[in-house]
């Protein structure tokens, strides 16, 4: 991760940089398995008038939820490896002294 934070982002602000990745997990998870999955899940349960929820019917919209943030972070991805691309293939190729 200090790597890929200092080729993509410089080395600059690279603690504040580094920080501000390091804590994102932490909140994202707990956004998205506390305030909306689990909301979601009460919202639910609440619906057919128990404390519980079982079938399907609980984690559809939770699951489509993580299914379209994940395939926004496989996007966000894909752009960072366009983005890099030319940059990695300079590099290797500079190290393996096939570039003047």
Do not use: K
């Amino acid at each position: 991760m200090p790597t890929i934070a200092s080729e993509v982002f410089g080395v600059l602000h690279f603690g504040t940089i580094f920080n501000t990745i390091t804590i994102a997990g932490p909140i994202g998870s707990y956004v998205m398995s506390v305030r909306v999955i689990g909301s979601i899940y009460d919202r639910e349960a609440a619906r057919g008038g128990t404390e519980y929820c079982t079938g399907t019917h609980c984690f559809r919209l939770s699951f489509l939820i993580m299914a379209f943030s994940t395939f926004v972070g496989f996007m966000i991805a894909m752009g960072l490896f366009i983005r890099t691309r030319r940059l990695y293939e300079q590099i290797v190729l500079r190290r393996d002294g096939r570039c003047s």
